[in-house]
């Protein structure tokens, strides 16, 4: 296509950022040993991933040994998850978990695979019209034999931020272990650990122009968790398999640079997000925002359109020049409605014509011109052909 | 034809579709992917739009360097073709999916969403050509006899030929298969398809049966003369010319000639009492919009798919239907099939051959 492409779905993924691809590439062939090693290869992959550790630490404002790297967001959940459930159910018989209808994918399976597999009663939280769960609503849930909560911080499909250090209070006060997934929101909030309460926490670096295929897992000191592969003792045990060092220091300097830059970037994103929620309300009959209008996300505008599917929108969109997402992905043709969307209470058929927009660094304010000149044709469109297909 | 802007090719997978977005790629034109989801039945490994199928095609997109993408159709598809099949059987016609798919599916859905995509064109991976002729849209034969596919394409008016581009249609099926080799497209040994896309490698009749067709009522196998033969397994299970399967004990042998809905009896005969002269269709769809001026006119009509071309001549009635005098008898005019009249390679139109 000849048309210039502009890139909206930063919540998908973000490019690498150039000084984070500088300060990983001597770890490919230069400093390439296996941080296990005694010799000075790895001795030197050691250190790097000594360093990292502690640049994560002081971003989250934790101690380095409360890091575990991944590979990846998915991981993160899964290890917070099934690591804390399977640990407190062999120490205390525990069988509950809660958690709530809006989580990505990564952990509402991780609910659902120890549900089946391993007799855990999984409890739904209620959520608001915005997707938002209630602390006192949690409180009220919380049971001797709960043995994890599980909360998402920054939603990826809705952008709405929940009441993180609410809910992680009232698990303290009953002694229960709660973990936030934050890789959504890791780009754009603080993720410190004395600000969020929580005990485990998930991020993943290419959601934050680091790297794909590396995440981390807080852990707070004193939590057990059941490994999830049997190997060796890296990570402390609780993540066997040798480093990937590379991504590794990828992952650490990524994230100290998107903690750093995040004040000059917040605001921009903010004004950003804000005129494409405006703009779209506006110029686009019937469009309707999902999520909390003002508490979410800085980068993170989405909608749902009456009579639109979304996949078509997206193909529209895309061959107009914007790539854009419908916030739950599918491609395979196959549409069925993100279940985040029906638990706020919308209609099968809003839910199948969801958007979701997300700026980056590398959005200009022409971009989002050119964005909202080329929207409100194509959602025509798409309504005029959906209307004379039936 | 007017220069394409940009075109939407409709991608299966397979080795034409993929030469046909091949050859518009290598003409330098605008070009993306769309595949179709037509049908998906639980547990069963569909000949078509499989994710086998579509990660083929995503691949040839990708080699080609053009955005590819895929779109639901499967209830248009359920309702418009497979419902449209079963009742077919259920009534005692037997009906041919393939046309009605690209009357609805391709050339009304896939269209809009090409259209609203941004497209000027739709191109498909068809054999056949479409030209520009003193102010109207001509619908030509492909150039390859042998695979020439202007007959399932009969059903298209003038609206959908101004969108239509079918780079097959000058190239013979060894020189699609070369094309594809030379590009190094993944698809280029991928064997013929056969028969239709939503029977899952199924005979026709296990479809039926699954489906709960209502054409599968045993009953009656009668000669000429009224004479209980044998019994058949339910009408839709038999089509017009059929000998095998019949199971009955005869000298000569004996052919469907009949299938009787009200009675639910089928009859047989022999191979001179098959063959028919003349027939009347359905209202027939004519691709410039309307019929020739004559009262009656000479013209070649293909009445099945593979079928010969056979001179008759064509009476166009006020109600659009058509009634045909064939210049020798076929034993195969079938009821649901379509006669589709040709002058020369210039296909003028078809329409559905009445019971």
């Not at chain 1, 250090?165 to 936030?180: E, K, L, N, Y």
């Not at chain 1, 603080?190 to 670096?205: F, H, K, N, T």
């Not at chain 1, 919308?346 to 199948?352: E, F, I, K, R």
């Not at chain 2, 034809?1 to 003409?27: E, F, N, Y």
Request: proline content about 6%; aromatic content about 6%; hydrophobic content about 40%.
């Amino acid at each position: 296509m000849t048309a210039a492409r502009v890139y909206l779905d930063y919540a998908a993924s973000t490019p690498v950022d150039e000084r984070v691809l500088e300060r990983m590439l001597p770890y490919f062939g230069g400093s390439f040993g296996n941080p296990s090693s005694i010799h000075r290869f790895g001795q030197e992959g050691e250190a790097a991933l000594d360093e990292a550790r502690r640049m994560v630490a002081e971003v989250m404002v934790c101690r380095p040994g409360e890091i575990v790297f991944t590979s990846g967001g998915t991981e993160s959940d899964n290890l917070a998850l099934r690591g804390a459930a399977l640990a407190a159910k062999s120490a205390r018989g525990a069988s509950h978990i809660l958690t709530t209808p809006v989580e990505h994918p990564a952990v509402l399976n991780a609910c659902r695979y120890l549900e089946r597999h391993h007799g855990f009663q999984v409890e739904w939280l209620s959520v608001d019209s915005d997707g938002r769960a209630d602390p006192d609503d949690v409180a009220r849930r919380l049971r001797d034999e709960t043995a994890v909560v599980s909360v998402i911080y920054g939603n990826n499909e809705i952008g709405t931020i929940n009441p993180v250090a609410s809910i992680a209070d009232r698990c303290r006060a009953r002694g229960v272990v709660f973990h936030t997934d934050a890789v959504q929101a890791a780009s754009q909030l603080s993720v410190r650990v004395d600000e969020l309460g929580a005990d485990l926490i998930s991020i993943g670096a290419h959601k934050f122009y680091g790297p794909k295929g590396v995440g981390a897992l807080y852990c707070r000191a004193g939590i057990d968790l059941d490994p999830l592969q049997p190997g060796g003792e890296q990570e402390a045990g609780r993540r066997a398999g040798t480093e990937n060092v590379p991504l590794i220091v990828g992952l650490a300097a990524a994230f100290e640079i998107t903690a750093a830059e995040r004040p000059r970037h917040a605001r921009r994103f903010a004004a950003l997000r804000d005129r494409i929620l405006d703009g779209v309300v506006d110029l686009v009959p019937g469009a309707g925002v999902t999520g909390h209008r003002h508490d979410r996300l800085p980068n993170h505008a989405s909608f749902v359109f009456s009579g639109v599917d979304a996949n078509r929108l997206l193909a529209a969109l895309d061959l107009a020049g914007y790539a854009c997402s419908s916030g739950s992905a599918c491609k395979t043709g196959d549409p069925s409605p993100s279940s985040a969307l029906l638990a706020l209470g919308l209609t099968s058929d809003l839910a199948l014509g969801s958007l979701r927009v997300t700026v980056g660094r590398r959005t200009t304010d022409e971009d989002i011109d050119g964005f909202l000149a080329t929207l409100p044709a194509l959602v025509e469109a798409q309504r005029r052909t959906a209307v004379s297909a039936g | 034809m007017t220069v394409p802007r940009r075109v939407a090719v409709a991608m299966s997978g397979g080795v034409d579709s993929s030469v046909a977005a091949a050859l518009l790629v290598d003409q330098g034109v605008d070009v993306f992917g769309v595949m179709m989801r037509l049908w998906v039945e639980d547990g069963r490994v569909n000949r078509c739009c499989s994710p086998d199928d579509v990660n083929g095609a995503r691949q040839v997109a990708s080699r080609l360097g053009i955005p590819f993408y895929v779109v639901d159709m499967k209830s248009a598809f359920r309702e418009h073709v497979v419902d449209f099949f079963l009742d077919g059987y259920a009534h005692g016609v037997t009906p041919n999916p393939c046309i009605e798919c690209n009357r609805t599916i391709r050339w009304k859905h896939l269209l809009k969403d090409a259209l609203g995509f941004g497209a000027t064109h739709l191109a498909t991976g068809h054999y056949a050509r479409v030209e520009a002729r003193s102010g109207e849209w001509v619908l030509r034969r492909g150039v390859d006899p042998d695979k020439d596919q202007s007959y399932v394409l009969s059903v298209l008016g003038q609206t959908e030929m101004a969108h239509a581009v079918f780079p097959l249609g000058d190239y013979t099926k060894p020189e699609v298969r070369e094309y594809a080799r030379r590009r190094r497209l993944p698809v280029a040994e991928r064997p013929e398809s056969q028969d239709l896309c939503f029977l899952a490698g199924d005979d026709y009749r296990a479809f039926l049966r699954r489906h709960a067709s209502d054409g599968l009522t045993p009953g009656p196998i009668l000669n000429a003369a009224g004479a209980v033969l044998g019994r058949h397994e339910g009408l839709a299970a038999y089509t017009i010319g059929q000998r095998r399967g019949l199971r009955l004990p005869s000298n000569d042998p004996l052919y469907v000639v009949a299938k009787d809905r009200s009675t639910n009896a089928l009859t047989v005969g022999t191979r001179a009492e098959l063959g028919r002269a003349s027939f009347r269709t359905l209202p027939v769809g004519w691709v410039c919009g309307r019929p020739p001026a004559a009262a009656a006119f000479p013209a070649d009509v293909q009445v099945r798919y593979r079928a010969a071309r056979v001179p008759c001549q064509v009476t166009p009635h006020p109600d659009a239907t058509c009634a045909v005098e064939l210049a020798r008898p076929l034993p195969d005019v079938t009821p649901g099939q379509s006669a589709v009249f040709y002058q020369g390679d210039i296909c003028l139109g078809g329409g559905v051959i009445a019971a």
